[in-house]
């Protein structure tokens, strides 16, 4: 079974500074798709990025980018300028393929400090 | 609709009493899924669907637990003779099924066994 596993349970970080959120999974398949989701205080989920394993590019939306290392099966989230709205729960999710199952970690507790 | 659409919010039941816990998912989505998540934790997974049919249910915890999406787009989740372990945050969610689609969460539905 595929696991995701998110190593650090909280982080802190200065407002305007740069963060890094590790997640790493397991999985024997070669075709697969990764998301990192937010949960702040309001516990809404929030979709912040997504990549797609046949894709050597890294994503990026805006302040947020991955560094995705297939071979390393390492999948972290950089969020550039924090904000102190990106105060919030951050996890990270692991699809098989089409209509399977989203895996999530256990999720890292993001405090952006002002 | 515009989001997917948890009933009730909260609810709150007596030990041994049943309850049903209903989903509407964002129209036309193929696939919706079920989580439960305690305070503080990820997203763990109970059961999803494509269309009516239940694809996975590896994740209901025991045979107290049900899932039904007759018609492939309203979903109820039902736990019969709930017990105090059952409290935690249900939610919901469905996505477009291709590949890189993200799962779109509802706002849950809390559920409080006393």
């Known amino acids: 079974a595929q696991t995701v596993t998110q190593s650090q349970p909280e982080m802190s970080v200065q407002e305007a500074e740069t963060v890094t959120l590790s997640c790493t999974y397991d999985?024997?398949?070669?075709?697969?798709?990764l998301f990192w989701y937010k949960q702040p205080p309001s516990r809404q989920m929030i979709l912040v990025i997504r990549?797609?394993?046949?894709?050597?590019q890294n994503a990026t939306e805006n302040r947020f980018s991955v560094n995705f290392q297939k071979a390393a099966k390492s999948f972290s989230l950089k969020i550039s300028d924090s904000q102190l709205g990106d105060a919030a729960m951050y996890f990270c999710?692991?699809?098989?393929?089409?209509?399977?199952?989203?895996?999530f970690g256990p999720g890292t507790r993001l405090s952006v400090l002002p | 609709g515009a989001g997917v659409s948890q009933s009730p919010r909260y609810k709150v039941t007596k030990r041994g009493q049943d309850v049903a816990l209903r989903c509407d998912p964002i129209s036309g989505h193929v696939s919706l899924y079920w989580y439960r998540q305690a305070l503080g934790q990820g997203p763990e997974f109970l059961t999803y669907?494509?269309?009516?049919?239940?694809?996975?249910k590896s994740g209901l915890p025991n045979d107290r637990f049900s899932a039904e999406r007759p018609e492939g787009s309203i979903s109820t989740l039902t736990i019969q003779r709930t017990e105090q372990r059952d409290s935690a945050m249900y939610r919901c969610a469905s996505s477009a099924g291709t590949g890189n689609s993200p799962l779109h969460f509802g706002n849950g539905t809390r559920l409080t066994v006393t």
């Open positions: 999710a692991y699809r098989r393929n089409y209509g399977q199952n989203f895996v």
């Open positions: 999985t024997s398949e070669s075709d697969y798709y």
């Open positions: 669907f494509n269309y009516e049919a239940q694809q996975d």
């Open positions: 990549q797609e394993a046949y894709k050597q």
